[in-house]
């Protein structure tokens, strides 16, 4: 399932297929949205970048 990023701000990456550490950043940020939790989903996309940009560019 694929969430929108915040508004004003570059789209969140994609998880890559079968990384473990992608899956569960995605997933923790899917629950922050739906908690309606923008502190938490904030939190997540940086987490997010930051992991992709070191394990996967």
């Known amino acids: ?3 929108p990023s915040m508004h004003g701000w570059p789209e ?3 998880p890559v297929a079968g990384c473990d550490r992608c899956a ?3 997933q ?3 629950g922050a949205i739906r908690r ?3 502190s938490a ?7 997010i970048r930051r992991h992709h940009a070191g394990a996967h560019e």
């Open 24 to 26: 569960t950043l995605h």
């Open 28 to 30: 923790n940020r899917a």
């Open 1 to 3: 399932m694929t969430y």
């Open 12 to 14: 969140v990456p994609q």
């Open 36 to 38: 309606g939790d923008g």
């Open 41 to 47: 989903e904030s939190d997540y996309n940086v987490l």
